[in-house]
């Protein structure tokens, strides 16, 4: 039976160069010079530093901006709360989204089921697994999936016939 998984995947290794190349215009910019902002990614968390509430704003700005460059969706993007460490330093540890929740990945399979469409839909781990008997139909809740789910950036791999 023909079947396709919707994944929850962000490309690591774009988002590990984007990471790099915001921390190097960080480091080239003059309106950061003489202070502590910084970027770093530790496995899928990025961490933001700055000495004010603003300059985080700013680095989130390039962090966005070489993210669309490299084809990223900011939606993987998970911010968290602006804590203040030593001194008047700032930092942000913002995470990076990877597969899709339980709640999630009920909606979508609530969605399916509620569609009429001729497919049945799975949670497998981290993944919903929907088959069907013809591909058309598989294409039709792809695109059902596009539309009612416009909140996470959701990719379809392993499509089979």
Do not use: W, Y
Not at 46 to 64: K, N, R
Not at 94 to 106: L, M, P, Y
Not at 125 to 136: F, H, I, L, M, P
């Amino acid at each position: 039976m023909p079947s396709f998984d919707t994944v929850c995947e962000p490309n690591l290794p774009e988002v590990k160069n984007a990471v790099d190349n915001t921390s190097k215009e960080i480091a080239t910019r003059f309106d950061f010079k003489g202070t502590s902002a910084s970027v770093e990614l530790k496995e899928k968390e990025i961490t933001l530093i700055g000495d004010a509430e603003f300059q985080l704003v700013q680095i989130e700005e390039i962090l966005h901006n070489k993210l669309t460059k490299r084809s990223v969706d900011v939606r993987f993007l998970d911010k968290g709360t602006v804590q203040k460490i030593g001194g008047d330093k700032v930092k942000q540890v913002v995470k990076v989204k990877s597969g899709i929740e339980s709640e999630d990945a009920k909606k979508i399979t609530r969605l399916i089921k509620d569609s009429k469409l001729k497919v049945q839909a799975a949670i497998q781990g981290d993944a919903v697994r929907v088959t069907g008997a013809k591909r058309d139909d598989l294409q039709a809740a792809m695109a059902l999936i596009r539309k009612d789910v416009p909140d996470m950036p959701l990719s379809f791999n392993n499509f089979r016939d």
